[in-house]
């Protein structure tokens, strides 16, 4: 099938950052592949889903991962616009929270990350043209108390987004991030520490009560992405006005 526009692909498309990206992106007319472990919330999302596929698949499976983007560009095309926005925080103190609770965030946060782009930048680099967006935080810039293996999940992202920007910017291709700080996601919704819980929704207060609204952050990501090919918006950092950290 030919079309006007180049496929987008989404992570962590059911809610959140990833499912207002997918409104902005659905709204100007691109094919979409949206990857979540829970379809059923991307299906009641408000889309024309004449052009989308959906796939229940995680980004730390790879395989997965991989077949299902091949699966939509037998249909769309190559991947034009990869979005690594699948992402996990659980709060705590390194002392006290379970280990494995570390290792979730590391497999999501970075591995997930290097899936998806091992998984299409060969085919970008070879057309000289295509742009990955990854979804880091404020957290991988600066810390934040109750979040070290988060920050170290984060700041891998951003470690990572740069070396592999510098690696493939020859070849013509796009590697960008978006930071966002505290906004209103799921994110905070698997966090099993309530001290670090409570910590968070003291200082939520502080910012009147209400974080960024996600639409914008989706905004953000878009902007990046209309610009021309030859033009990398390398990062953005979004944040409440009144977040102070």
Do not use: C
Not at 208 to 217: E, F, S
């Amino acid at each position: 099938m030919n079309n006007q526009k180049p496929l987008v692909v989404i992570t962590g498309a059911s809610s959140g950052f990833g499912a207002e990206m997918a409104k902005l992106f659905n709204q100007a007319g691109y094919p979409m592949l949206l990857l979540g472990r829970r379809t059923e919330k991307i299906t009641a999302l408000p889309l024309n889903f004449d052009q989308i596929m959906m796939e229940a698949v995680g980004v730390t499976d790879k395989a997965s991962f991989e077949a299902a983007i091949r699966k939509a560009e037998a249909i769309y095309g190559k991947t034009d616009l990869l979005i690594n926005n699948a992402g996990v925080m659980l709060l705590g103190n390194v002392w006290r929270q379970d280990p494995k609770e570390w290792q979730t965030m590391l497999d999501t946060n970075v591995m997930g990350v290097l899936n998806g782009t091992q998984i299409v930048l060969d085919d970008m680099m070879e057309r000289e043209h295509g742009t990955i967006i990854n979804m880091s935080s404020l957290a991988g810039k600066k810390t934040f108390v109750n979040h070290a293996a988060y920050v170290a999940s984060k700041f891998g992202v951003h470690g990572l987004s740069e070396t592999i920007r510098e690696e493939v910017s020859a070849k013509n291709v796009r590697v960008a991030m978006v930071a966002p700080g505290a906004a209103e996601t799921e994110l905070l919704t698997h966090v099993t520490d309530d001290e670090a819980l409570s910590d968070y929704e003291s200082w939520k207060k502080t910012m009147g009560g209400i974080t960024l609204d996600p639409v914008h952050v989706a905004e953000a990501v878009k902007f990046i992405y209309d610009m021309p090919q030859e033009v990398n918006i390398r990062e953005i950092d979004i944040a409440a006005t009144r977040q102070d950290s």
